[in-house]
């Protein structure tokens, strides 16, 4: 079937202003992450969850960043209060299963670009 | 926990040449090394991995090799194409993980026809 969504796929928001970035992960993918890679840069770790449990949301650099996946399926990622320095753009990958042998497959990416 | 060193950053070749990335990872647990190639503006894609297991493994024009011992694990790109440029990130699944990855910071290679 169809390979990770993302949506929108750039995003411009003035600085202070909130934001919400979807992902939709292949169907009967088990684990969703959450990735920010900057210019230039490797992706970043921001957060995963297995099924609709959140089980590891150490790379959220504040407490600005808010992620969900209510029904184990869509996720979404929110900024509050964007800041210059969240401009990135944002990677979502699903996996099979969340251990062992199972690769990561990535979307096209969210480039948000905070003014 | 886990750290993951890549180089060369930049790496340009001829066509035809072999072009070789290594990378070098800190967590002995970890067990598992992919290699993705991203294309300007496009989403990373897995080209091949290897698990803690295997020491090499090959696919085609591309090869990985993994040296536990030393904890580094290497990229081999033979018989370079145009369509070979791109950036290629290797990673690396930490202990306890659960999944996640942790990627080097990228070497952007680039074949000259």
Redesign the interface.
Known sequence: GAG?SQSPRYKVAKRGQDVALRCDPISGHV?L?WYQQAL??????LT?F?NEAQ??KSGLPSDRFFAERPEGSVSTLKIQRTQQEDSAVY?CAS?L?????????????TRLTVT | GENVEQHPSTLSVQEGDSAVIKCTYSDSASNYFPWYKQELGKRPQLIIDIRSNVGEKKDQRIAVTLNKTAKHFSLHITETQPEDSAVYFCAARGRGSQGNLIFGKGTKLSVKP
Do not use: A, K, R, W
Request: aromatic residues 14%.
């Open positions: 990770v684990s992450f230039g840069q490797g992706p970043e770790f995963y297995q089980l590891d990677l996996s299963v969340g251990t062992g042998n199972s690769p990561l497959h990535f979307g096209n990416g």
